[in-house]
Nanobody, 126 residues
Framework: QLQLVESGGGLVQPGGSLRLSCAASGFTLDYYAIGWFRQAPGKEREGVSCIRSSDGRTYYVDSVKGRFTISRDNAKNTAYLQMSSLKPEDTAVYYC???????????????????WGQGTQVTVSS
């Protein structure tokens, strides 16, 4: 059974940092694109970042470029989202998702990802 479990969320002050983790079980992360999405109250879920399986190429939505870094540790079967210079508008539930193994290309569309974690809350507030 494919399973993704996020952790690392919490309350942080503006300008602070958090690192989210996405631990995979039941499948090998190597063959999947991993996306991070977020959903704020009253808003649609949006793609934040993605890392491709084939070459580790990364993608970011404009609003987080230069502040967030996505990475993966295939030995630990875990992906990460390092978030720095956090802003109140980054407040949301953050989800990781996997796409693959047949089509493991990055995408910002929710429907392209077949496996999802339960989400972790990130709140940026003073």
């Amino acid at each position: 059974q494919l399973q993704l479990v996020e952790s690392g969320g919490g309350l942080v002050q503006p300008g602070g940092s958090l690192r989210l983790s996405c631990a995979a079980s039941g499948f090998t992360l190597d063959y999947y694109a991993i996306g991070w999405f977020r959903q704020a109250p009253g808003k649609e879920r949006e793609g934040v970042s993605c890392i491709r399986s084939s070459d580790g190429r990364t993608y970011y939505v404009d609003s987080v470029k230069g502040r967030f870094t996505i990475s993966r540790d295939n030995a630990k079967n875990t992906a990460y989202l390092q978030m720095s210079s956090l802003k109140p508008e980054d407040t949301a539930v953050y989800y990781c998702a996997a796409r693959g193994p047949t089509y493991s290309y990055c995408s910002g569309y929710v429907g392209d990802f077949g496996s999802w974690g339960q989400g972790t809350q990130v709140t940026v507030s003073s």
